[in-house]
T-cell receptor, first 114, second 114 residues
Framework: GNSVTQMEGPVTLSEEAFLTINCTYTATGYPSLFWYVQYPGEGLQLLLKATKADDKGSNKGFEATYRKETTSFHLEKGSVQVSDSAVYFCALKMRGSTLGRLYFGRGTQLTVWP | EAQVTQNPRYLITVTGKKLTVTCSQNMNHEYMSWYRQDPGLGLRQIYYSMNVEVTDKGDVPEGYKVSRKEKRNFPLILESPSPNQTSLYFC?????????????FGEGSRLTVL
């Protein structure tokens, strides 16, 4: 089946620290990969995506590279800010799927202290 | 403004009292879905709909019903709520065409069943 595994949180960092949130996937085909972010009291919103192997998605200083050989899509940011405090979800969608369904990881809570 | 609107945002009810959480999107999306979010479990899909009058079960459909009579609306119905349905609920929509259709989420509806 299709599934996503991401590192458990919570993750607590000081401002300007380097961030990595690990995400690996299992898929029966060739998925597209996503990171969604949920700020406190809000719904999820797309942070970045990659649709094929070796693609790098990037947005707001975050980036993630689609690694087919390791079935991974780790999220990184070089210097986090307090405003990055949120829950981060890794997700996949199967290519060619007409269902529109995303498979989500369990989420990783990030707290950044000033 | 493109958006997914859920109502109510907060609700406290009692066991057995039927309730409906409404969801409406203004993006003409074919695909709509309901998720529930619980601590440590991430997002789990309840039901989804590919288009008007086409609905199907997700991973945790027990105790819920949905309908899709109009393209823009996808209400979630709890016929006889129980305390284990206390959760944060999200409606989402997308246009599934292509491999990287982004899911747009509502702001969430926090339900407490006493």
């Amino acid at each position: 089946g299709n599934s996503v595994t991401q590192m458990e949180g919570p993750v607590t960092l000081s401002e300007e620290a380097f961030l990595t949130i690990n995400c690996t996937y299992t898929a029966t085909g060739y998925p597209s990969l996503f990171w969604y972010v949920q700020y406190p009291g809000e719904g999820l919103q797309l942070l970045l995506k990659a649709t094929k192997a070796d693609d790098k998605g990037s947005n707001k200083g975050f980036e993630a590279t689609y690694r087919k050989e390791t079935t991974s899509f780790h999220l990184e940011k070089g210097s986090v800010q307090v405003s990055d405090s949120a829950v981060y979800f890794c997700a996949l969608k199967m290519r060619g799927s007409t269902l529109g369904r995303l498979y989500f990881g369990r989420g990783t809570q990030l707290t950044v202290w000033p | 403004e493109a958006q997914v609107t859920q109502n109510p945002r907060y609700l406290i009810t009692v066991t057995g009292k039927k309730l409906t959480v409404t969801c409406s999107q203004n993006m003409n999306h074919e695909y709509m879905s309901w998720y529930r979010q619980d601590p440590g479990l991430g997002l789990r899909q309840i039901y989804y709909s590919m288009n008007v009058e086409v609905t199907d079960k997700g991973d945790v459909p027990e105790g819920y019903k949905v309908s899709r009579k109009e393209k823009r609306n996808f209400p979630l119905i709890l016929e006889s709520p129980s305390p284990n349905q206390t959760s944060l609920y999200f409606c989402a929509s997308s246009s599934p065409a292509g491999v990287a259709g982004e899911l747009f989420f509502g702001e969430g509806s926090r339900l407490t069943v006493l």
